[in-house]
Structures are given as C-alpha cells and as structure tokens.
C-alpha cells in the first residue's frame, strides 16, 4: 500500500485546507484511515479517522466542529477538509491506513501499518 499526501501550504489563521491523500491498494474494506498530525517538538497526534467502507468517524476534540474527513471510493482518495484553522494547527500533516483496527484502538499510530510523506500546513496568525 502506497499512500500519497498533497494539499498543504500556508493560511492565515480562520482559513481552510483539504488535505488529500490517494492510496495504491484497489480494495480498502478491511481498513480504517487516518490523518495524524506532527509539530516540531512534539509526538505524532491522531487528528481523525474513518473507516473504509463506511459508517463512523473520529476525531481528535480540538478539531471537532472544523475538520471533516472523508474518503472518495472511485479515487482511492481520503480528504481532510480543514476550516478556521489555527496557528496551533501548524503541523506535518500524514495520512495512514491500517486493517482490522478495534475501535479503541483507532487514535493511536502504533495501529496504522502504512503512512505518507507527510503534507506541511502552516496557519500564519
């Protein structure tokens, strides 16, 4: 599985971002995907999660109500569609996918088996 992040740049503080990610593998029904987040300094942090063949999402609570995710079937492609962001929001942005995840265990990276590059974003204040 390959996995390609794109859609980051620099924003002003209240702007919006999505994020792209488009996977290699045809068939993701097993698998959950996720969007983790990097700051200089600090540990690699969950920012959401869906699962590939439909049903719930999860978010990490500092992004709830500004961040969607979401994944287009025909493109292989996960989104993080980003609103209001903010300079706390900078980061290295990577998406992730992971098979038969149990439902605790989706915020964690240790779950996740395949990672992009990463994307900066940059919120400007």
Known sequence: VQLQAS??????????????????????????MAWFRQAPGKEREFVAALKWSGGNTYYTNSVKGRFT?????????????MHSLQPEDTAVYYCAAGERIIVSSVTSPRSYDYWGQGTQVTVSS
């Open 7 to 32: 859609g980051g740049g620099l924003v002003q503080a209240g702007g919006s971002l999505r994020l792209s990610c488009a996977a290699s593998r045809r068939s993701f029904n097993s698998y959950y």
């Open 69 to 81: 995710i979401s994944r287009d079937t025909a493109k292989n492609t996960v989104f993080l569609q």
